[in-house]
């Protein structure tokens, strides 16, 4: 198949880890026979210094235009006066909501030879496999952002129909997967955790009966998150929310630099980024964990362009790149790790041996 990819290196780290995954990219469509053809543009911090904006239009339409957006991350001190009017993350939101993605998906699974590196006890990490699928263009994020003199405030939205549409493709997803959705906010508290709610409960009950769905509040999750991590399929939950705990959920799998996600909408262009920021602090040095961005590659392969068994196939290489023991930084003992480029090869050669060849495929 031929598919057109943009590339959006963004800030710190972003180039970094994007050019690990472009090359992971391209060895699969090697392999198989794809022709993935890669354009990247600006984003970010990179973009306010080259055009004075976070999102330039040409950036837009090209990623309205292709296939699949892959994304590194954006920010950095540069760019991080708090009385600035033009922002990195200006244009990561922009983007997302400019191309509708709604849902975000964060798959959560730690992988057994990297238990060591996460701070949660290994017998509670064990079988964890969970998916947090976050709402992604609503909420407190997009809300009216007001400061007047001593005061500010930022509002929190939600109408029915974006509830709905998150609801029902968090339950797509369990029916896929273990059919146990919980729903995550506080009811107690906020007026749209109760909309929330009632609306969570009436799409499965008239949508979804073979879907197990629970309630939690945002602040009990939290805590059940890392004492019983092994009881959670789905986790469904609203933009903040959903930001929060996924950075918690990352140290179950031991670091932010291993998980990936997926931004999509209605159509079939989805945004595919690692879930950890810009990093400035090794920005640079090519020490950065390139996994992350290259599990989000396969996330892309498999919602964007429909290429399952591609996208299992580096999903194996970076298992098997883990499981060789080819940690970054982050993962390995003090001064251990390796850089960016060693780990990205180490991938490359699992998946020569993780996928078959093009000629033995009928
Ligand atoms: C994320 C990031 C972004 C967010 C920032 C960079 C705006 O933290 O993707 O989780 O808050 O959505
Ligand atoms: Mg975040």
Same mark, same amino acid.
């Given at each position: ?11 710190? &780290? ?7 995954? !472009? ?45 699949? +957006? ?15 009017? +033009? ?32 701070? &949660? ?6 079988? !964890? #496999? ?36 998150? &609801? ?15 729903? +995550? #906010? ?16 009436? !799409? !499965?009950?008239?949508?979804?009966? #073979? ?69 400035? #602090?090794?920005?640079?040095?090519? &020490? ?58 180490? +991938? ?15």
């Amino acid at each position: 198949m031929q598919a057109e990819i943009i590339v959006l290196p963004g800030d710190g &780290i972003g180039p970094e880890v994007t050019a690990a995954a !472009v090359q992971v990219l391209r060895a699969v469509g090697q392999r198989y026979g794809h022709s993935f053809h890669f354009t990247e543009k600006l984003i970010g911090g990179a973009a306010i210094d080259a055009t004075g904006e976070p999102l330039p239009a040409d950036t837009l339409a090209a990623a309205r235009a292709a296939d699949a +957006v892959l994304l590194g991350a954006v920010g950095g001190p540069k760019w991080s006066d708090p009385g600035a009017k +033009v922002r990195p993350e200006q244009g990561l939101l922009a983007i997302r909501k400019a191309l509708g993605l709604y849902a975000n998906l964060r798959p959560v699974k730690p992988h057994s030879a990297a238990l060591g590196a996460s701070p &949660i006890k290994p017998h509670l990490l064990t079988g !964890v #496999d969970l998916l947090v699928v976050r709402e992604l263009t609503g909420g407190i994020y997009f809300g009216r952002k007001e400061r007047h003199g001593d005061r500010a405030s930022d509002l929190c939205e939600y109408t029915v129909a974006e509830i709905e549409r998150t &609801i029902r493709r968090a339950c797509t997803l369990a029916r896929a997967r273990r059919g146990h959705v919980t729903s +995550v #906010d506080k009811a107690n508290v906020l007026e749209t955790s109760r909309l929330w709610r009632e609306v969570a409960t009436r !799409v !499965v009950q008239q949508e979804f009966a #073979d879907v197990r769905l629970e309630h939690q509040l945002v602040d009990s999750m939290a805590m059940h998150l890392l004492a019983k991590p092994r009881e959670y399929d789905v986790i469904v939950t609203e933009n903040m929310f959903g930001d929060i705990l996924t950075d918690e959920a990352s140290m179950l799998a031991g670091s932010l630099g291993l998980l990936p996600s997926a931004s999509l909408g209605e159509g079939r262009v989805g945004l595919y980024e690692p879930i950890h920021g810009s990093a400035p #602090d090794i920005a640079g040095r090519g &020490i950065a964990n390139p996994y992350a961005t290259i599990l989000s590659a396969a996330m892309l392969l498999r919602h964007s362009l429909e290429l399952e068994s591609e996208a299992r196939c580096i999903e194996k290489a970076v298992d098997g790149a883990l499981g060789a023991g080819v940690f970054t930084a982050d993962l390995a003992p003090a001064g251990r790790g390796v850089s960016t480029q060693t780990a990205t090869a180490a +991938v490359l050669e699992q998946l020569e041996l993780e996928c078959q060849p093009v000629a033995m495929r009928d």
